[in-house]
């Protein structure tokens, strides 16, 4: 009688241990995901202005451009880098870098 209930106590604490080490959370890891001028543009289009399909994040800041073919770039107005990253990702965003380019780096936790 004593055996069994050494042997039930054994194997629940087996079982228990078992759960509790599945069921802790896996490691998050952070990584850098770059995107480019146009892909920016996407947030432009969607979130700034209608014509709006190239972006640029300047050390001013997050502007949003429609490309003219003789005069260069016609501005179409200010966006937040966070925000962009928020509308290219649907990764948890850290932070908004600027990239090579005056491209974006979403710094995003996986």
Do not use: N
């Amino acid at each position: 009688m004593l055996r069994r209930v050494f042997s039930f106590i054994a194997t629940a604490a087996l079982a228990s241990a078992g759960f509790l080490s599945a069921a802790t959370p896996a490691q998050a890891a952070i990584v850098d995901i770059p995107f480019g001028p146009l892909s920016i543009g996407e947030y432009c289009a969607a979130k700034i202005h209608p014509d709006a399909w190239i972006g640029f994040y300047e050390a001013s800041g997050l502007k949003c451009y429609t490309p003219s073919g003789s005069s260069g770039l016609i501005f179409r107005g200010a966006g937040d880098p966070y925000l962009a990253c928020k509308h290219l990702t649907a990764d948890v965003i850290m932070a908004a870098l600027r990239g090579p380019s005056d491209g974006i780096i979403c710094r995003a936790v996986r």
